[in-house]
């Protein structure tokens, strides 16, 4: 598991190989990966967009930006936790993901943005 706060707002990740699949006759590692975002600040604050950056070792660096995580907007009081799992397709077998969550605090109505931290995506023995 990673983990790191940025802002009051503590972001933890798992990740887990899930296997493969075949679409267009091209072979896919598939993983998936849980996060808890944690509200530790002292303010409601809302997730508003999502921004990652998706690398596979044998492509380029893939970029996704869009609205809320997995359709939804979750709005975190002070302690309170949101947790959600969602998929990533590699064509290797190695990569990685990281980015970042555009937050609104309720209280400053100050928007920010809450750093996702690097997360492996890797079968295992893979590097053996």
């Known amino acids: 598991m990673v983990q790191q706060v940025t802002n009051g707002i503590k972001i933890s990740v798992e990740t887990r190989f899930v296997g493969t699949n075949y679409s267009d006759n091209r072979l896919y590692f598939a993983f998936s990966y849980s996060i808890t975002i944690e509200n530790q600040s002292n303010d409601s604050v809302q997730l508003l967009n999502r ?9 380029n660096v893939e970029t996704v930006d869009g609205a809320g995580v997995v359709g939804k907007k979750p709005i975190l009081k002070p302690a309170e936790k949101h947790s959600y799992q969602s998929n990533c397709l ?7 993901m990281n980015g ?11 928007k920010f943005k809450v750093h996702i931290p690097t997360f492996q995506l890797m079968v295992s023995g893979a590097l053996n």
Do not use: C, P, Q, R
């Open 51 to 59: 921004h990652w950056k998706i690398f596979d070792s044998l492509n």
């Open 100 to 110: 970042f969550y555009e937050m609104v605090n309720f209280t400053t109505t100050k």
């Open 90 to 96: 590699l064509t290797s077998s190695i990569g990685a």
